[in-house]
């Protein structure tokens, strides 16, 4: 209830304390343990065959099946490619190994981000720059697609991002875009989404996916938190990750919230 009355009420300071847990997040160091931050997305029990993976990104199941199930709408071919919010690199790393854009950008807020991911993805056209999501430092029409993965929620002014999105999105280019909301606040988010002025070509509800990743995922989840954050917080970073360490019947949850996942186009 706290953290809904702080999405609701009080943004700023939700998305100040949402930005602390992210920077404490973004000083681990670790390597191959913690290279995304999604809740994860699978759809193996409605009867879609495995992602074929590397022995490697095997760990990382869950949470890059989101990056793939989003990225997998829309043509990379000679596509130079933003991510806003790139995180730890890790999806970044992916698209531009699986789907070989020519060029991947990932920008985000966080210095010690970028520095972990300048020293840990190394790639050919794949780059990470200092930025912030509402105010960004890139020409008109420099991409040909756009990415954000569950971001968005924590940003003080959403409008001012779909905008940059647009601005920067060259003719014809697109928009890929998947986050969550509390159920009362899904048509206005929705509202937004149709109120940038891009085609919708796809839209698709993918909570239930979302929810199932998670708790298949639990026990890495619940290890990467024992391992690398004091007990002292660790309580916020169990709900934070959607789980309730103490009950082992406990449902994964979203605190009452949606997964949409979107494909807009720049006509």
Not at 106 to 122: L, M, N, P, T, Y
Not at 131 to 144: I, T, Y
Not at 239 to 266: C, I, N, T
Request: proline share 4%.
């Amino acid at each position: 209830m706290l953290n809904k009355a702080l999405f609701h009420r009080f943004p700023n300071l939700k998305s100040l304390l949402t930005r602390l847990q992210y920077e404490f997040i973004s000083m681990l160091n670790v390597r191959r343990d913690l290279l995304f931050m999604n809740f994860g997305y699978t759809a193996h029990h409605q009867g879609q065959e495995p992602l074929p993976l590397k022995p490697e990104d095997e760990i990382h199941r869950y949470p890059l099946q989101m990056y793939y199930h989003v990225a997998k709408g829309v043509d990379w071919t000679n596509a130079d490619a933003l991510e806003v919010s790139s995180g730890r690199g890790g999806g970044a790393d992916f698209i531009a190994r699986h789907f070989k854009p020519r060029s991947y950008t990932g920008v985000d807020f966080s210095w010690k981000a970028i520095e972990f991911c300048r020293a840990h993805h190394r790639l050919p056209g794949l780059t990470f720059v200092h930025g912030n999501a509402e105010d960004l430092k890139f020409p008109d029409e420099s991409f040909d697609i756009v990415l954000n993965v569950e971001a968005s929620l924590y940003y003080p002014n959403l409008m001012k991002f779909f905008q940059h999105v647009r601005r920067v999105l060259r003719r014809g280019g697109h928009f890929v875009y998947t986050d969550l909301r509390y159920e009362e606040k899904v048509a206005e988010w929705h509202s937004m989404v149709e109120a940038i002025g891009m085609k919708v070509v796809h839209r698709e509800e993918i909570t239930e996916n979302v929810l199932k990743a998670t708790e298949l995922d639990r026990e890495r989840r619940i290890w990467l938190i024992d391992h690398h954050v004091p007990r002292i917080l660790r309580k916020q970073f169990y709900h934070m990750a959607g789980l309730d360490k103490d009950s082992l019947e406990s449902a994964p949850h979203l605190d009452k919230r949606r997964y949409w996942y979107f494909v807009l186009q720049k006509m």
